[in-house]
């Protein structure tokens, strides 16, 4: 019989190589996540500011594009439109009251005259004074 305990001296035992790279590439990809979130965040954030409805810039608009054909129309739109700035300073509240009383004669009649110099001279001052 043979006899199969025979010595082997040239395998070697198993040693332990330490491979970092899949760790490397976790932390790597990790990273690149993070940062394509924060960027999709801050382009989110950025689309969301850009489209935001401002109610004071509407205003604006609209005040700066009245029609004085109807000019009751117009002391009801500068009335309304008008009230959005009034309580930016104290110097508003007491421009935006005077033009309001200057106002009120264009309002609650059945028919009216254009509105006078007078009176557009101080929507005109008031429109100025507002800022967006």
Not at 52 to 78: M, P, W
Not at 89 to 114: C, F, I
Request: charged share 25%; with cysteine.
């Amino acid at each position: 019989m043979q006899d199969y305990d025979i010595p082997l001296h040239d395998i070697k035992p198993i040693v332990d190589v330490h491979e970092y790279s899949l760790y490397y590439f976790l932390g790597v990809s990790g990273v690149a996540i993070l940062l394509a979130c924060g960027t999709l965040y801050l382009l989110y954030i950025w689309f969301k500011k850009r489209k935001r409805f401002n109610l004071r810039v509407e205003h604006k608009k609209l005040l700066s594009t009245l029609d004085f054909g109807d000019a009751k129309q117009a002391a009801y739109a500068i009335t309304s439109y008008g009230a959005t700035f009034k309580n930016d300073t104290p110097r508003h509240v007491e421009m935006y009251k005077n033009l309001s009383q200057r106002l009120e004669a264009y309002k609650y009649k059945k028919v009216v005259d254009g509105l006078d110099k007078e009176t557009l001279g101080y929507f005109e001052l008031y429109k100025e004074m507002c800022d967006v």
